[in-house]
Structure formats: structure tokens, C-alpha cells
């Protein structure tokens, strides 16, 4: 049991990285252009299904990747320009409207290039085997021990982007105050590509990864959209800190959550039941957890306003 | 009417903007009314449940359109409402009571109430954060229907037949397109008056302007809470309505997904408007019907069509006619004035 | 002398780690125009929407006709007869004149939630807006939509908001904010003429007006009332002078502005 915990809890480190990287280019965007982007998670789709195309061209996993992100980020430069920069400057009715429009062309858009069937990335096969963690104990896939190791990897990139750079410097003047950063002037509109070309760059970076273990398929953005919401308003809009840990914490509660819960209803209801309520319940968790946050610390956990 | 002579114009304001006369309410009412028996004499009988299936949603966008049109709540969880009063509807079929005086009138107490707890919860946030709280309740709602077997999990719930009025079937679609048409009638009277109101009034008002209303003594909380569960009891009575029409309910109804088609028909009709969610539902599905024939990509199409209508024609279709007025007019000599000062500054 | 009207008592409220209002006390007295004065930045519109509600305090007593109204929502306030006024023009500016004074009679006499009353018969609003507008000098433009008026008459729609609602107590923040000289004398005659039925409290940067209308002067400073008493008084006084109005060189009160 112990161990099983353990495994869950680096499942749930896991979850909760590829969730961190979704959550932080949406938080970026949402905090320093004021704009909510209901299709962030399609291009994390995009990324995906462009990974799994270049993967099938190139039978490789590695160079696919990088393809998928540099691709991934000039559609999401190329959608600033056209699109956003408009949107920017609308209601946040007009800005729903607009990117749940977006959804629908970019899953009939996928639909029509790369078929309803879901495609498959194969994993590289010297990271297929499991890792041994405690010998004869605790074995745990080395694939997914890679993704928590690039999650921490770029958590710490974005960090000293944020905090060390002079680009970063002018990301947290946004979004902590919209209107000092606008008096900026000249340097924001590039800044606002940037910020969207990166958020892209780290959807198609989460899509890619997590194909070797999900079905890439049409829709995959709406699923881990709204957690990824969830997340960024735990944390705080706007807030990198406020993102990581609210990732983290979705994260453990999902998947820990789901097995604790699991085992400890089995001691109440049958375990037909439990095996079914355990999950949802835990799904139901993030959302009352996000309610209370709005309801009694409606900036967020970490607020970068303020 | 003592200083005003009559003859003066009153300006078109949001407080008075497409409220509909009479007559044009009458005419409406009549097409509805024989457009079945025009439909069954040509043979069509399948138009005739696109016909309820069309006047149910424009009840569900009229619903939704109250709270976000008129009160400027951007609600992006009318989806749970929907659902709840389909679900209202289906457990007490499964328990046995069918009678629709009953089961209709819980199930929309049951939206009504769903609206009243989110209601006073959300409204105390604003801007995006109210958008992403109604997201997230909806999302609690969904999560609920699929993993409680009582609701039937992913499958939903069939309903083995439509709720039952004494004396009358509602089993052959024509009835039950009359039977929509009499309870969504009433329900269309009822927000007509309500936004005819002063009530309707203030709420229009707080839209424009929440900090002034409070200040002259309006309890904004408190008529943005009414607002929000009216509209959710309606919203709860097209859910009721649907499940009867589709004759069961699933988890689908209580996607975002759904939210965000309903809220996508009051834009294409206009936010606001009376007529907004009635043309806009009406548009919106007699394109799903005609497109989805033509090509199965009728979402991109939606796509498209939506984004056009954001980027070049916010206000929706109610609002063209306004539009065409006010370029065959030209400028009042007052308008031309405030165009120069708001250039001025 | 006439009685209290409005007893403020130890309020604080913070913002972040700024003390907006610093345990300030002010008494009003009921019929009195009571100027409150101070620099930018004293806190005088953060005292006022604490009396008005908007803003809830983190300490202190705000007594109203001797009744405690510290906890009391803005809506209650007004019907009560607490009515404030905005520095910033803050009204609805697609609605016509009539339009914006009817809702603001139409909150008094109630029946907001009367979903289904019909609005044929809109004389009571009609009469109690063209009242208020009467008094401010916009009867000739009540079917204008507000955001095709002047800056002056918006100001002069902001106080007549205010007066549709009937207030005993007037909080004026400001009315002649960014008037003309000739808008700003129109305004100080209005504000004269509500002394016989209302009584005021009222922010103003313009000296001249304020020492001309006040019955009795509050300075605020960094939170906190330093001195209360007549404008003959409060000229005079040295610590007044030392804090706010200045010794001799830049800082004069028209500086402060
Ligand atoms: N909502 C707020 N949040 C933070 N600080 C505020 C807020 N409102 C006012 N302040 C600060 O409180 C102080 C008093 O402001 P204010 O009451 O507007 O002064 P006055 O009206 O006397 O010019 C100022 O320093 C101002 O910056
Ligand atoms: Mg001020």
C-alpha cells in the first residue's frame, strides 16, 4: 500500500507538471493581456497531432517533438497577430464567443486532415522499460519518470524567464498592472506574441509528451481544459508561482485523491461503486476546490495583483 | 407625458431596446400555431418535432438571455440548469410519476433552486471570475450525472414516456408540439413581462452600471439573484421539455459544450433583445439541419460563422435593424456633439 | 444648536498597509453644510464610501440619527437617507436624462421587484424625475440621451441622481470637479439652495466654494480629521495651516489640486 501510494503520488507529480505546463502560458495570457482563451487546449491538440504526424514521417520521437513545438508556436504567434490582438480589445463575451469558435474549427479542422480515428506516438524504446526506484519494490515507468524530469526542467526555465530576464520583468509588470505595462508601450505588442508563441510552445510540449500514454484525438483540449482553468484560478491569474502549485495540487488531489478515496469508500459502499464514485468524487474535489477559492480568496492562492 | 410634447421621438435606449409590439407578437404566435397543420398536410410530419425541438431551445436561449443579455451575467453554466430540469424530470419517471403537472413543475423547482445556491455563490465574483465559477459548477453537475448510477452514468436516463396530462396523449408528435408550444408560450409571456417590468428596467440598468444602482438604493445582489434563478428555472423548464421531446436525458446536456451553444445562439440573435433568443435559436438550428445534410463539418462552418459574427456583428441579428435606421439617418445634431467631444479629449 | 445627524467614531480602514482612514472621528450636525477638506490622497472619498456603505471599515462606529449603520448595505443607507454623489461622473450613459432620474425615484417608491406590474402608468416616476430635474436645471433636457451632455450638466445629472432619492444626508464628493468657472458658480448657488431641506457633507477643492458654503469645515489628514470648526476658525488655525494649508511658498490650497 505504501508504495502504491507512493507510484500514485509520482503519477499525480506527473499529472500535475503536464497540467503546470497548460496553466502557465494560459495564466501568462490571461494575466497580461486580460484575454480568456477557451482554446488554449487546442493547441495543445494541435501540438499533439502535429507531433504525431511528424512522428510518423520521421519514426522518431525526439526530433518530432521539437517540430511539433517550433510548429505549434508560430501557429500560436501567427493566431496573436491575426486574431487575439483584435480580441484583446473586446468583451470577455466576445473573447468567449470568439475562442469557443475557435475549438470548433480547430477540431473540424484536425477531424478533416487527420481523420476521427485517434492516433499513437510510440514511445522512445530506451526510455520504454520501468526504472527500479527501491529495489525489488518499486518500479516505475522510465518514460514517465522523463516527463516529470522535463516538467521540473522547464517549471525552473519559466522561473528564471520570470524572475531573471528583462522579458520576464516586463511579464510581471503586466500582469500585475495591465495598465502600467500598457504605458510601456512599443515593447508590449511583441511582448504579447512572445507570451502567446511560448504558452503554444509548452501546449504542443504537454500534447507530445503525454501521446505516448494518451490516444492523441479530437477533443483531448476540452478534457484538460477545464482543469487547467481550475488550476489557474486556485493560483491566481497571472501568477507562475500561483500556477505551479495549483498544478500540483489538482494534480495529487486527481490522482491521489482518486485512490484514496477509492480504497476509503470500499470500507463504506461495495467496490463496484467505489471504483466508480472514487474517481469522480475526487474530479468533484478540484471543482469545490476552486469554488471556495473564489469564494474566500477570490485573487487566487499566489495573486500576482496587488 | 405632462412636459414631453408627443410628437418628440423618444430616443431608442437599452431600457426600451426590442421590446416587441404586439401584433408582432400575435402574427408570431399564429405562424407557430398553424405551422404543424401546414407541416402535416404537406406531409412533413418529421418538421414538426424540429418544430418543438426549436421552440424548446429558443425557450432555453430566452432563459439564458435574460440572465446574459439583460442582467449581463455571462454565465457559461446554463448547461447544469438545462440538465437539471431534464434529470428532474427523468428520476421522477423513474419512481413512477409521470403526471406533468408534477413532474414539470419540480423539475423546474429543482433548476430554480440549482440557480438560487451557484446564484449566490458566483455572484459574488466578477468579470472572468464569474465566467469560470458558473464553468466550474456545471462542471460539478456533469461530473455527478456520469459517475452516480442512480442517474444512469454516461448512458443517462430514457425516459419510457412523456409526462402525462389527463385527457390528452402526448405521445403523437403533433400534441406535443401543441403542448410546447402552450407551456413555452406562457413562458415567453412571463419574460416578457418581466423585462417590460420595472424589475426588467433595473436590471438593464444594473448591466450598464452596477456601482450607480447601488448607490441610488437598488439591492443589486438581490435582483442579479433573481434574475439568475428566473433564468434558471426557465432554462430548467426547455430541460424538462427536452427530456420529453427526446424522450430521456444524458450527461451530454450537461456539457460546457452546451453552455456554450446556447450562449453562441443568443449572440447569432442578438443579447438583450426579446426576440434575441427566439431568432437565435431558430436560426442556429435550422442551419445545423440544413448544413449537417449537406457536409459533415457543419462545426467548422459554426465556427467560422461565429467568429464573423463576433468580429463584425456583435450585437446579433435583432440588432441589424438598428443598425439600418440609424445609417439612414443622419446624425442628430446632439450625437455630432458628442462624437466632437469624445474626439476633443 | 441642532442635533447630531451623523456620528462618526474611531474608524479605520486599511488598505494593504496603508491606513486610508486612521481612527477618524466626525460629527455632523443635522441641517448643517459640513465641508470636509484635506490634500489628495487623505482619504476623503474612502471616508465617504464607508458612510454611504460601498466600502465596509475594519474598525470603528458609524452612528446615523444615533442608530448603528456600520454593518448597514448601501440599499438600506439610501433608505435611510444617505445619498452620495461621485467624483467620477458615474451614471448611465445610454439612458436619457428622464430615464436615469426615473430609476433613481423608482428605487425610493419600490415595487423593483414587481416582475409583472405593468409600466403603463409611469406618472410617479415621471413627476418625482422632472422634480429633481427642476431643481438642477435639466428639465430642458430630459429626453437627452447623457453621453451627448456637457461635462457640466452630467455634473449637475450627478447631484440630481442624488436628490431624486430624497436624502437627509448628502455625501458630495467633488461636484465641482473639472467644471468651468461659470458651471462651477451655477453649481455653488444649487448646493446653497438644498441647505433649507438637506443636510451635507461636502468634499471640495475649491477653497473659495467651500468657505463660502460651510457651515462648519472638517480637515482631513492622512486618514484622520485634525481639526472641526467654522472657516473663519479653520483658516486661522495654526495647525491647519502647518499641516494642510500651508505656510507661505507653493503650498496654498489651490496647489493641492
Ligand atoms: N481601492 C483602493 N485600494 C488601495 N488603495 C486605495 C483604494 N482607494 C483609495 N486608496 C488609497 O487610499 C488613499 C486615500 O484615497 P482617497 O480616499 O481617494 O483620497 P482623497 O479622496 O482624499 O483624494 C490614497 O492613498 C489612495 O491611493
Ligand atoms: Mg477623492
New binding site residues.
Given amino acids: 500500500m505504501f508504495y502504491l501510494i507512493i507510484e500514485q503520488a509520482l503519477n499525480g507529480l506527473q499529472y500535475g507538471l503536464m497540467l503546470f505546463l497548460l496553466a502557465a502560458g494560459l495564466t501568462l495570457v490571461f494575466g497580461i493581456m486580460d484575454l480568456i482563451n477557451l482554446a488554449h487546449g487546442s493547441l495543445y491538440m494541435i501540438g499533439a497531432f502535429l507531433a504525431a504526424a511528424f512522428y510518423q514521417a520521421f519514426q522518431s520521437f525526439f526530433p518530432a517533438l521539437l517540430l511539433a513545438i517550433i510548429a505549434t508556436a508560430l501557429i500560436g504567434a501567427i493566431l496573436e497577430r491575426v486574431l487575439y490582438r483584435r480580441l484583446q480589445r473586446m468583451s470577455h463575451l466576445s473573447q468567449v464567443l470568439a475562442t469557443f469558435a475557435l475549438i470548433l474549427i480547430a477540431n473540424e479542422t484536425i477531424k478533416i486532415i487527420f481523420g476521427a480515428q485517434p492516433l499513437m506516438i510510440g514511445m522512445p524504446a530506451s526510455l520504454s522499460g520501468p526504472l527500479e526506484l527501491v529495489s525489488d519494490e518499486l518500479y516505475y515507468p522510465a518514460y514517465r519518470m522523463l516527463i516529470i524530469v522535463v516538467g521540473l526542467a522547464v517549471a525552473l526555465g519559466l522561473h528564471l524567464l520570470v524572475n531573471r530576464t528583462r522579458i520576464g520583468m516586463w511579464m510581471r509588470a503586466g500582469a500585475s498592472n495591465p495598465e502600467m505595462a500598457a504605458v510601456m508601450g512599443v515593447r508590449i505588442k511583441p511582448l504579447f506574441t512572445f507570451v502567446f508563441a511560448l504558452g503554444a510552445a509548452l501546449c504542443a510540449l504537454a500534447g507530445a509528451l503525454l501521446g505516448p500514454l494518451l490516444a492523441v484525438s479530437v477533443g483531448m483540449g476540452e478534457s484538460i481544459l477545464i482543469p487547467a482553468f481550475e488550476v489557474i484560478v486556485i493560483g491566481g491569474i497571472g501568477s507562475m508561482r500561483g500556477a505551479l502549485v495549483g498544478s500540483l495540487l489538482v494534480g495529487m488531489i486527481d490522482t491521489l485523491g482518486r485512490l484514496l478515496l477509492t480504497v476509503g469508500l470500499k470500507l463504506v459502499v461495495d467496490s463496484a461503486t467505489a471504483a466508480t464514485l472514487g474517481p469522480t468524487l475526487a474530479s468533484m474535489m478540484v471543482s469545490v476546490l476552486m469554488v471556495c477559492v473564489l469564494f474566500f480568496r477570490p485573487q487566487g492562492l499566489f495573486p500576482a495583483r496587488g | 407625458m405632462k412636459s414631453t410634447p408627443s410628437h418628440v421621438r423618444k430616443p431608442e435606449t437599452p431600457l426600451l431596446a426590442g421590446l416587441p409590439g404586439p401584433w408582432t407578437a400575435i402574427a408570431v404566435a399564429l405562424v407557430l400555431a398553424i405551422y404543424p397543420l401546414i407541416m402535416s398536410s404537406l406531409g412533413e410530419e418529421f418538421y414538426i418535432s424540429v418544430g418543438s425541438r426549436v421552440l424548446i431551445l429558443a425557450l432555453a436561449a430566452s432563459a439564458l438571455n435574460l440572465a446574459l443579455g439583460y442582467g449581463g451575467m455571462i454565465s457559461l453554466g446554463h448547461a447544469a440548469f438545462l440538465g437539471a430540469g431534464g434529470y428532474g424530470v427523468a428520476i421522477l419517471a423513474k419512481y413512477g410519476v409521470i403526471a406533468a403537472w408534477v413532474a414539470i413543475p419540480a423539475a423546474v423547482g429543482l433548476a430554480a433552486f440549482a440557480a438560487l445556491v451557484i446564484g449566490v455563490i458566483s455572484l459574488r465574483t466578477r468579470g472572468v471570475y464569474f465566467i469560470m465559477i458558473t464553468l466550474a459548477f456545471a462542471q460539478l453537475f456533469y461530473y455527478l450525472a456520469v459517475s452516480l448510477p442512480e442517474f444512469g452514468g454516461d448512458d443517462g436516463l430514457p425516459l419510457s414516456s412523456r409526462s402525462a396530462i389527463p385527457g390528452l396523449s402526448l405521445e403523437s408528435d403533433l400534441a406535443f408540439y401543441y403542448f410546447v408550444l402552450f407551456t413555452a408560450g406562457l413562458a415567453f409571456v412571463l419574460l416578457y413581462r418581466l423585462v417590460a417590468s420595472r424589475f426588467g428596467r433595473a436590471l438593464v440598468a444594473i448591466r450598464e452600471n452596477e456601482r450607480r444602482m447601488a448607490a441610488i438604493g437598488y439591492p443589486v445582489f438581490r435582483l442579479k439573484l433573481m434574475a439568475f434563478v428566473l433564468s434558471g428555472g426557465l432554462a430548467g423548464l426547455a430541460g424538462a421539455l427536452l427530456a420529453n421531446l427526446s424522450l430521456g436525458v444524458t450527461p451530454h446536456t450537461l456539457t460546457w459544450h452546451q453552455s456554450g451553444l446556447l450562449m453562441v445562439m443568443v449572440i447569432i440573435g442578438g443579447s438583450g433583445y426579446f426576440w434575441g433568443g427566439i431568432t437565435g435559436a431558430a436560426i442556429f438550428l435550422l442551419l445545423e439541419e440544413t448544413i449537417s445534410t449537406q457536409t459533415e463539418h457543419w462545426n467548422l462552418i459554426l465556427g467560422v460563422l461565429l467568429l464573423f459574427i463576433v468580429l463584425v456583428a456583435p450585437n446579433g441579428v435583432m440588432s441589424l435593424r438598428e443598425r439600418i435606421i440609424a445609417a439612414r439617418r443622419p446624425p442628430s445634431p446632439a450625437h455630432a456633439k458628442a462624437a466632437s467631444e469624445e474626439n476633443a479629449r | 444648536m441642532s442635533h447630531t445627524i451623523l456620528q462618526v467614531e474611531n474608524l479605520v480602514k486599511r488598505?494593504?498597509g496603508?491606513m486610508?482612514t486612521d481612527h477618524c472621528n466626525l460629527e455632523v450636525r443635522a441641517g448643517e453644510i459640513h465641508a470636509l477638506i484635506?490634500?489628495?490622497?487623505?482619504?476623503?472619498?474612502?471616508?465617504l464610501a464607508q458612510l454611504c456603505g460601498e466600502l465596509a471599515p475594519d474598525s470603528g462606529r458609524i452612528l446615523f440619527e444615533g442608530r448603528d449603520i456600520t454593518r448597514l448595505p448601501i440599499h438600506k443607507r439610501v433608505g435611510a437617507g444617505i445619498v452620495r454623489s461621485f467624483?467620477i461622473t458615474t451614471l448611465l450613459p445610454k439612458l436619457t436624462v428622464r430615464e436615469n432620474l426615473a430609476l433613481a425615484v423608482q428605487a425610493r417608491t419600490g415595487h423593483s421587484f414587481d416582475f409583472l406590474g405593468t409600466v403603463a402608468d409611469e406618472s410617479d416616476l415621471d413627476e418625482g424625475a422632472e422634480d429633481a430635474a427642476r431643481r438642477v436645471g435639466l428639465i430642458d433636457v430630459m429626453e437627452q440621451i447623457v453621453s451627448t451632455l456637457s461635462h457640466g450638466k452630467q455634473r449637475a445629472l450627478e447631484l440630481g441622481m442624488a436628490l431624486a432619492c430624497k436624502p437627509r444626508l448628502l455625501l458630495l464628493d467633488e461636484p465641482m470637479a473639472g467644471t468651468d468657472p461659470e458651471e462651477s458658480k451655477r453649481m455653488g448657488e444649487l448646493i446653497h439652495s438644498l441647505r433649507d431641506e438637506h443636510t451635507l457633507i461636502l468634499?471640495e477643492h475649491d477653497m473659495d466654494a467651500v468657505f463660502r458654503l460651510a457651515d462648519r469645515v472638517s480637515v482631513?489628514v492622512a486618514g484622520a480629521v485634525i481639526a472641526t470648526d467654522t472657516p473663519e476658525q479653520i483658516r486661522n488655525n495654526p495647525q491647519v495651516i502647518s499641516a494642510y494649508l500651508g505656510d507661505d511658498e507653493s503650498a496654498g490650497p489651490e496647489a493641492v489640486q
Avoid at chain 3, 38 to 47: D, E, M, S
Fill in positions: 488598505f494593504g496603508l486610508a484635506g490634500p489628495n490622497g487623505a482619504g476623503k472619498t474612502t471616508l467624483q468634499v482631513l
